[in-house]
């Protein structure tokens, strides 16, 4: 795997991120891991956490906002059965951002659950994934970190470690899903002006 060096990731401009929808081809792109942690990962993060804000998401990983670099932001709010004191924790207990993450472990049990994609919208289906997992990943104070979770919280990990490896859940649906889900993806593809 690659790596993205200082002085690529100090050139991007944060301020002029945006999402990126299905079908644009950075969706589908492997991300590469960063050389480090600087300043500019930082303002990345800080822009990704607004556009995840925007779009009323709770994760967003660098290919969303046309960026194949390995990193994501998550967002789990405490609620109902969330904490994000319990263990394995089920809730952020702010926001979390992951760079260079590495899926660890995973609970053997698959629980299928609906979800959502900012880059996929008006697109949900279920999708099969472990309960549980560990994710271990570079804070923005570059040490690394690894943290246990369940339910919701697990989830969102893996949804968005799928992004930087250029899958998307209408790869994971269940057939009965994608097939319901059909004829949404040529509209994205048609209004994208692809085939």
Known sequence: MGVISIDAIDGVDAGALELRLFPDPVLRERALELEGVTENVGAVAARMVEIMREHDGI???????????????????????????????????????FVNPRLDDFADELVVAEEGCLSLPEISGEVRRPGEAR?????????????????????CWQHEFDHLDGVLIIDRMTQLSRLKNRSAIKGLKKMAGAR
């Open 59 to 97: 994760g967003l990983a660098g290919p969303q906002v046309g960026l194949p670099w390995r990193i994501f932001v998550c967002c789990i709010p405490e609620g109902v059965g969330r904490r994000a004191d319990a263990e394995p924790a089920t809730a952020c207990a702010g926001v979390e951002v």
């Open 135 to 155: 994710m271990t990943a570079l804070g923005l104070d570059g040490v690394e970190f690894s943290r246990r979770g369940a339910g919701l919280l697990a989830r």
